[in-house]
């Protein structure tokens, strides 16, 4: 009768032990396979998971006699490989403070009116906000499917997100616009970042998230093209929307953000065929960069791959075409200030990208952030309640307030 008893016990605590090393190796690990992307990223972003797994199968495994050795050393193993995000978290912390007041200066936080940093995240990271982030917005109103150019086959459109709330500073809202991901040839606006997009018109920004032309529709530069067409529409629509024209930043991430770098550092480049009516500047307050590509040069251009295919040879025929659609190609004094964000654990985007950019930038007098995310994977903020992607958050509502609303007037001039 007791053997009945405890044999369930004993396999109890394999199967947890089991689960908390494949959960710690999953954070741990490189990417194994494109397939397990998701379970790197989600452990990776919630390692207390894990950790409760690991401690329920230790003291499943030793609790009571008989014991199971090896339940508890699998054990053991999943807790400490869950820990590794924990323990490097404070030190991520402190090298981002260091970062934000390098790039924006330490006394950044006076510039800006109280009634900006009422608006954003009070703490970097709170378990509350693990468990319960807010997807929903009521303060928000969402227009979706707003046309804005046609340059090819198909309608340009874009989603507007508006704040219910009053400006923090003055009378008229500044604005963000949105370019999604995907490797220039897929996704699409909205999709997993539609909270991230409410959360940040919750703070009193106008969003505009765009489409643009895939690499199957158009080579580059139509990409590029299609997002200064964007910025040309949102502030020929200023008035329609009650956004200030001379407070716009671009936010992409992954490929969007290589074309959000570009957008910024080539804006009002005379080079940049206009493909829109609108006849306004391109010029931006801030642009911020997740996890972007800025030297394509640093992939094989082989054909098949995203590279290629946007630019529609090899490296080898066209080097000239692949330094033009290279942000670090730009890089110079007055640029629009710049955040960059990166995850070090990212395979697709290597962290290179981001440094060498970091670099170049730091060498100017354009103002930048790098904010580095050691155990962040590709995408790792499409979950906006894990630890990076709140973290980041912290600074992000930090760069941006600075750079709407740095020694702003009441009124804007």
């Known amino acids: 009768m007791a053997l009945t008893f405890l044999q369930p016990r004993k396999i109890l605590a394999l199967t947890l032990g089991a689960a908390a090393a494949t959960m710690g190796g999953l954070i741990a690990a490189p990417t194994l396979h494109e397939r397990l992307w998701i379970g790197h990223a989600l452990f990776s972003e919630f390692p207390w998971t894990s950790a409760f797994v690991g401690g329920a199968g230790l003291v499943t495994s030793l609790a009571r006699s008989p014991r199971s050795p090896w339940g508890a050393a699998l054990a053991v193993t999943g807790l400490g490989l869950s820990l590794l995000p924990l323990l490097r978290a404070r030190t991520a912390m402190r090298a981002m403070d260091q970062a934000i007041t390098q790039g924006l200066g330490a006394d950044y936080e006076q510039s800006v009116p109280p009634a900006a940093w009422e608006r954003v995240a009070p703490k970097r990271w709170t378990l509350p906000n693990s468990v319960k982030w807010r997807y929903n917005f009521p303060d928000v109103t969402i227009t979706r499917d707003v046309v804005y150019a046609q340059p090819g086959l198909r309608p340009l459109k874009l989603d507007i997100y508006q704040p219910q709330i009053p400006p923090a500073v003055g009378t008229v809202y500044p604005a963000v616009v949105s370019v999604h991901g995907g490797a220039w040839r897929s996704y699409d606006k909205g999709g997993v ?32 093209e299609d997002v200064q067409c964007a910025l040309r529409w949102v502030k020929a629509h200023a008035r329609d929307y009650n956004i200030d024209p001379q407070r716009i930043a671009l936010f992409g991430r992954s490929s969007g953000g290589h074309m959000s770098l570009m957008a910024a550092y080539r804006s009002n480049d005379p080079s940049v065929q206009k493909t829109c009516a609108a006849e306004e500047d391109s010029s931006l307050a801030a642009v911020i960069a997740v996890y972007p590509p800025t030297d394509l040069r640093l992939w094989q251009s082989i054909p098949g791959g995203a590279i290629y295919e946007l630019l529609g040879d090899q490296i080898d025929n066209i080097p000239q075409t692949y330094a033009d659609a290279s942000p670090v190609e730009f890089v110079r004094d007055g ?36 904010l580095r995310v050691p155990w962040g994977r ?16 912290y600074y992000i ?6 750079s709407f609303y740095k020694d702003a007037p009441a009124e804007p001039s």
Request: net charge negative.
């Open 193 to 224: 970042f539609v909270p991230h997009h409410s959360y940040l018109a919750s703070q009193g920004y106008v969003v505009f998230d765009i489409q643009y032309r895939f690499s199957q529709e158009a080579l580059w530069p139509a990409q590029l």
């Open 335 to 370: 640029l629009p200030p710049t955040l960059l964000v990166q995850g070090y654990m990212d395979e697709l985007v290597m962290p290179v990208h981001a440094e060498l950019l970091n670099n170049l930038l730091r060498g100017t007098k354009t103002p930048v952030v790098l």
């Open 378 to 393: 590709h995408v790792f903020d499409a979950l906006p309640s894990g630890m990076g992607a709140q973290l980041v958050q």
């Open 397 to 402: 509502d930090r760069f941006l307030a600075w």
